[in-house]
């Protein structure tokens, strides 16, 4: 019994994990980093726009651009957690990560997933009361009801994160190599010596149940959207509400259904490079087109945009074509 238990000690005693290491080729390590690296300065410049704009511009000081600025900030806060560490390991040939850190990582980045995933929800409720109700827009929505939606977002989105991560490390693991280049959930439950990952397969269950829900109410609200919009007479009017939904549900069926073949997907019958494909898609694709599909086609952004950068309409009309 006390040989055992010693020897569970030592499989759980690791300070640290060792992350997936894209090539042993030295060139193709450097390769990854730039690429890495490009795509993250990509992300954080199209948010801070966004943050910037909506800050600066009291024309923007709606619900709806409110929700973008905080969907931007969850955007920076996503990427910012698990590319910076990847980019310097390839960069310095390690693939190193403390325990703690990994531990930050798990938390924080499934805090802002979770963040994300619920934003994206409330948003859909922003434009149905915008769109159904327009009347009843500014009672239903004011700001003590959008601040306490996010308010809401953020704390329920760190207790997910909390939850994920007690359930993750409650069990000792055998190994400390992560076959991704992140502390990804999925992948460390692959690690585990015990039962006790069970813990965090009923977490993940339960986000599963929730994340339907949610679903089937963004369908459902969408529903009552689409029709009240084809009862608009005017063509116009049609065109800038479906201009408002459509990259929204583009949005979000991005980021449901990479993130739900990542973490639900039977461990045995893919590939790694299909799993590091699919988690590139779910963790890194949505923040850096969010401010593309979501914001930059929308004309109070670009004016408030041209308005900070200080450019002129045809200056703002060529940035615009350039990035979309």
Not at 35 to 51: D, H, K, Q, S
Not at 79 to 96: A, D, F
Request: hydrophobic share 50%; charged share 10%; proline share 4%.
């Amino acid at each position: 019994m006390n040989v055992k238990k010693q020897s569970m000690d030592n499989q759980s005693s690791f300070s640290e994990f060792l992350l997936l290491e894209f090539s042993d080729i030295r060139e193709l390590q450097i390769l990854h980093s730039i690429i890495f690296l490009a795509l993250y300065l990509a992300t954080v410049t199209g948010n801070l726009l966004i943050i910037s704009a909506v800050a600066f511009d009291h024309h923007l000081h709606t619900p709806m651009y409110f929700f973008l600025m905080n969907l931007a900030m969850q955007d920076l806060g996503q990427v910012s957690v698990i590319n910076p560490k990847s980019m310097l390991n390839s960069l310095m040939n390690t693939r190193y990560i403390s325990y703690s850190g990994c531990v930050a990582q798990v938390l924080l980045f499934m805090s802002f997933m979770a963040s994300d995933f619920f934003l994206l929800t409330v948003m859909a409720y922003d434009r149905y009361v915008a769109i159904c109700k327009p009347l009843q827009y500014g009672m239903l929505m004011n700001r003590q009801a959008y601040i306490q939606m996010i308010s809401s977002v953020w704390i329920s989105s760190f207790v997910y994160g909390v939850l994920h991560t007690g359930g993750t490390f409650a069990s000792p693991f055998c190994s400390n190599v992560v076959n991704q280049f992140f502390c990804e959930i999925p992948q460390l439950l692959k690690l585990a010596c015990t039962d006790l990952y069970l813990m965090e397969i009923g977490v993940l269950v339960l986000s599963g149940v929730i994340g339907i829900g949610c679903f089937i109410f963004i369908m459902i609200t969408y529903v009552y959207i689409f029709t009240a919009v084809l009862k608009i007479p005017s063509t116009e009017g049609r065109q800038k509400a479906f201009s408002t939904c459509l990259p929204h549900l583009i949005v979000y069926a991005l980021f449901v259904f990479t993130g739900y073949f990542a973490y639900f997907k039977p461990t045995s019958n893919t590939s790694p490079n299909l799993d590091l494909a699919f988690t590139v898609m779910y963790s890194m694709v949505p923040p850096l087109m969010n401010p593309v599909i979501y914001s930059m086609r929308n004309r109070e952004i670009k004016n408030a945009l041209s308005k900070l950068l200080g450019l002129s309409h045809s200056s703002m009309k060529t940035f615009s074509s350039l990035i979309l």
